[in-house]
């Protein structure tokens, strides 16, 4: 069985740029979350994503944006990236009616 | 708003001895609580649960406790280890939402040889 894994593992970019990070979940889930998790900070929720759906978000602005594909990958999308956007963005996958979710090792993203 | 807090940001234990985290929940709607492990570099790992049903769970070398008067949580790790440091988080899901678990901040656990 193979667990989330998460791409890229890094990645710097400046501000204003846009970046697309990547999600593979755990073979059997179907739902994926996404996570940003500042230095010294608890991991705060950015959206979920049941079968290609929206299926919550959290209080993150409309330049946050994902997908998530029939094979239950996902994708974070951040446009018109701020300094305060650098942070270690961790996905999640879970089973359907299922509370626990699995988490990737994260992508580490600087904005200079 | 409610929120999921810590009450230590850091412990620091010997080797062998007997570890508590400590966790406060201020939102009695929530009904499923979780605790992660989160090492340096990597992404938390889910460690036990507990439903708000229940007052004890206990697994490998831990247990989480659940008080639900007055909203408390807390993780024993027996016997810790120096593989046991990291940082430690409690988190809350709401009964009847989207299985969306809220954070608090975190406890680093520091286990010295």
């Known amino acids: 069985e193979t667990g989330v894994t998460q791409s890229p593992t890094h990645l710097i970019k400046t501000r204003g740029q846009q970046v697309t990070l990547r999600c593979s979940s755990q073979?059997?889930?179907?739902?994926v979350s996404w996570y940003q998790q500042a230095l010294g900070q608890g991991p705060q929720f950015i959206f979920q994503?049941?079968?290609?759906?929206?299926?919550g978000r959290g209080n993150f602005p409309p330049r946050f944006s994902g997908l998530q594909f029939p094979n239950y990958s996902s994708e974070l999308n951040v446009n018109a990236l701020e300094l305060d956007d650098s942070a270690l963005y961790l996905c999640?996958?879970?089973?359907?009616?299922?509370?626990?979710?699995?988490f990737g090792p994260g992508t580490r993203l600087l904005v200079l | 708003g409610e929120s999921v807090g810590l009450h230590l940001p850091t412990l620091s234990v010997q080797e062998g001895d007997n570890s508590i985290i400590n966790c406060a929940y201020s939102?009695?709607?929530?009904?499923?609580f979780i605790w992660y492990k989160q090492e340096s570099g990597k992404g938390p790992q889910f460690i036990i649960d507990?439903?708000?049903?229940?007052d004890k769970r206990q697994g490998q070398r831990v247990t989480v406790l659940l008080n639900k008067t007055v909203k408390h949580l807390s993780l024993q790790i027996a016997a810790t280890q120096p593989g046991d440091s990291a940082v430690y988080f409690c988190?809350?899901?709401?009964?009847?939402?989207?299985?969306?678990?809220?954070f608090g901040r975190g406890t680093s656990l520091i286990v010295h040889p």
């Open positions: 939102n009695s709607a929530s009904d499923y």
């Open positions: 507990i439903r708000s049903n229940m």
């Open positions: 999640a996958s879970s089973a359907s009616n299922q509370e626990t979710q699995y």
């Open positions: 073979s059997g889930h179907n739902t």
């Open positions: 994503y049941y079968r290609e759906e929206e299926n």
């Open positions: 988190a809350e899901n709401l009964a009847g939402g989207s299985y969306i678990p809220t």
